[in-house]
Every structure is written in C-alpha cells, then in structure tokens.
C-alpha cells in the first residue's frame, strides 16, 4: 500500500469536486430542500390524528344520564369538540346524518331515543346473573334487547380506516365507562365509594381512565418523543443523499475510463488499490460532511416551517461513526457501478434507479411495515436499510452495542464485496486492453 498514492487520489478528487461548484451544492442542498419537503408533506399523516381536534356533530334525542355522561366525557377532552347546535338551533338526527354524508363534518353521534334505557336493560341482565351467580334469584325485571336502541357513529364515507379506528375505539371506551359507572351505583357503590346520588349527579370518577400506564421503550422514556416526520425523513434522506454520491462517483471513474486517465495512472508504480482506497477515503470523508451539513441546516430551517428539529441528545459521535460506515459502503458501490460499465448513460441510469429501488424497499420513502410481505424480505438485503435501522436505533430506541457494531460490520463487509469485485473486474478490464 502506497500512502502517497492515496494521499495523493485523495487531493485530486478534492479539486474534481470543487471545481464544479454547481454539483456540489447539489450534493448539499438538494437533501435538505428533498428534507424539507417530504417532512412538511409527511407530517400529517406521522401526527396520526394524536395532535388533531375532531369536530363532532352531536344530535340528542334521548336526554337522559347516558347523553349526559357522552357529553361530559368529549367536552373535558382536548382531542373532540362538540357541535350541537347550528345557528342556535340544536341538530337532529337527519341534520346530522345529510352534513356528515356531504363531508362538511368528518364525525357525527347520534343519542336515538331509549338508548339510556336500553343500556339499563343491559345492566339489569348483568346484575342478574351476578345475583345467578351467588345463589341468588334473578330478582329484576329485563326484556328483550332491541338492536334500534344504540349510540350511533357516523363517518364521512372518505374517512380513513385508522381515523375510524381511533375515534371507534375512544368512543366504546366512554361507553364502557358509562355502563360500567351505572353498574356501579345500581350495587350501591362507586370506585371511590361515593354514594348511588353522587354517581347519579354526574361526579362519577373514572374507571379506566387512572388504570392505564403508558411507557416508551424507546431512549426517551418520556411520551413527548414521538415519531412525527422530522424523525423518519431528516435520518431517511440523509442514508439517500450520501448513496446518491453514486452518481458524481462512478461518472467520474467513467470519465477517466475514456479519457485514458486511468491508464495514465495505472502507469505508474503500485497497486491500483491505492487509487480505490483514495477515492474512498476522499468520498467516505465527504459523506461524513454531507451529514453534518445536512442536519445542522435542515435542524435550523425546519421550525420555520412549523415542524419540530430532530431529537439527536448526546448520540451525535455514534452517529458520526455510524454515517462513515454508510459513507464506505455507498462509495465502495459507486466505485463498483464505475468500473462495471463502460459509458457514463449506462453507469448515470443503473446507478440513479438501483439507489431508488434500494430505497423504496429500504424503509426511506415509506415505513417497511407498510410493504408487502415480499417486499419486507427483500428490505434486508438493503444497504439503504441497514442506514436508516441504524440511525433509528440512535435517534430513538437507544444504542444496543451489539446490535449497533453488527449493523456497521454490514455495511463494511458490504463494501468491501463491492471494492473487491471493481478491483477484479478492473485487472479484467487491463489485460483486455493489455
């Protein structure tokens, strides 16, 4: 190995780049603008309807403690907002029904009448087989359910399967409480042992509500981290910016190719792995600057835009090393794709749609999860993936060692194959000419 060589490989790759002004800042800002923009277009649909106040077009036709205890219930939460009355005339069931229908409203209830009946009737047919339970007679008096008797949800026909789920699930969790409250105090009793009056007033605690214990496994054990836009696109975009240097790379070793330059340097004494290590060396370092740049100006622009910065604590060196071992492996495929072809068209075509086909199924434009099941196989033999899971593991679920040295050990193991197979077909390539 010739250090002057690559010293040298090194200093001439710097002046190619620096003299083309224009391809440079297409290297740097071109991923932020790319940053930028996917995470504005993203972030709603990364919120998941958590930060989103839902207008809810509420007709009553029962009037009873059930509607009562509904009403209460959305009005204390943040996430709901109750419209029940259109200029100062309270809604009805066929004004509620005909807005949602037009998509003027997203969400709408609707209280039928009996319904705090019927879900007394219910409640009796509990307490009934409790009493069947404890040897006692069923002493109070059911009928039949009647299926008419019920809250009904109504949803724009537009509305999306998730927002459906998440508004359906809040909604059966109130009604559970309501049910469960009315239990409660038919049993002479409350869970804070108020009395039947009390619960019956409306100052019913809540059941479920101080029950449920949320945790983040993630590194922040705190709820506020959450994976909004900014979390997958600024670590995503990054892993495709520094795998696009594929492009200027392997034109460039085209471009010596047939300008003979190679040869001029294959001339010379030592090993042509020395050019390749320079070459490495020089992108590998300039990957490494790209991800720098990228996140401080990216961390800057985007709050001007409404969006938060990314989450990056005390993980900026095991990101750092992580991004040289991204850096090595784009470079190394670069370098491979250069000297597989002979024509800058072949090398520019192959290399541009291969980072994006690599990408798609890497988790960059979308979460794999979301791929089909062929698909998510095929995601791990990614390179662009194992980036992206890598910073991940920095930015959010926390650095496991082992898994963190293993995921980087793939990446230059990868880069190495590719470094090996342009050197091969390089030698090929010289006793051809030879």
């Keep these: 190995m010739n250090i002057k060589r690559i010293i040298s490989t090194f200093w001439k790759e710097k002046i190619l780049l620096l003299r083309d002004p224009g391809g440079l800042a297409m290297l740097l800002i071109m991923p932020v603008l790319l940053i930028v923009t996917m995470a504005i277009v993203q972030d709603a649909p990364f919120k998941d309807y958590q930060d989103v106040s839902f207008k ?32 100062g005339r309270p809604l009805s069931k066929l004004q509620v029904y005909q807005l949602v ?66 508004v359906q699930n809040a909604v059966e969790k109130m009604l559970f409480k309501v049910q469960m409250d009315i239990l409660f105090s038919k049993l002479g009793r409350t869970p804070d042992g108020v009395s039947a009056v009390d619960s019956h007033s409306g100052n019913i605690q809540s059941l479920l509500g101080e029950k449920l214990i949320v945790k983040n496994l993630g590194k922040v054990k705190s709820s506020s981290l959450v994976m909004n836009s900014v979390q997958h ?112 068209h072949q090398a520019m075509m192959f290399g541009s749609i291969a980072i994006v086909i690599l990408s798609a199924i890497g988790g960059i434009w979308v979460p794999i999860e979301v791929l089909p099941p062929t698909l998510q196989y095929l995601a791990g033999i990614s390179p662009l993936q194992w980036g992206l899971h890598l910073f991940q593991d920095i930015f959010l679920r926390g650095i496991e060692w082992k898994t963190y040295f293993l995921e980087i050990g793939l990446l230059l193991i990868f880069g190495m194959i590719c470094l090996l197979i342009a050197f091969y077909f390089h030698r090929l390539q010289t006793k051809k000419a030879g």
């Design 101 to 166: 229908k037009r998509g003027n409203y997203s969400i709408g209830i609707v209280i039928t009448k009996g319904s705090y009946a019927e879900i007394l009737n219910r409640t009796n047919k509990i307490l009934n087989l409790i009493g069947s339970a404890g040897g006692q007679p069923s002493i109070i008096p059911v009928r039949q359910e009647i299926d008419s008797l019920n809250v009904v949800l109504l949803f724009d026909p537009v509305a999306k399967s998730t927002f459906k789920m998440a």
């Design 233 to 344: 696109n600024v670590p995503a975009w990054i892993v495709f910016a520094i795998f696009f240097l594929i492009i200027p790379l392997s034109g460039n070793y085209i471009k010596e190719k047939g300008e003979g330059t190679r040869w001029m340097i294959g001339m010379t004494r030592g090993s042509h792995m020395d050019i390749l290590f320079g070459k490495v060396l020089f992108y590998t370092c300039f990957g490494l600057f790209q991800f720098i740049f990228i996140l401080i100006i990216s961390n800057l622009i985007l709050p001007y835009v409404g969006l938060p910065t990314l989450e990056i604590g005390w993980s900026v060196f095991p990101a750092m090393a992580a991004t040289l071992g991204i850096a090595f492996a784009a470079v190394s495929l670069g370098i491979m794709i250069g000297t597989l072809f002979n024509t800058y």
């Design 56 to 87: 809810i077009l509420w007709a009553d036709a029962d009037h009873r403690l059930l509607s009562d205890s509904l009403k209460s219930m959305f009005n204390k939460s943040p996430q709901f907002e109750l419209i029940d009355s259109i200029e």
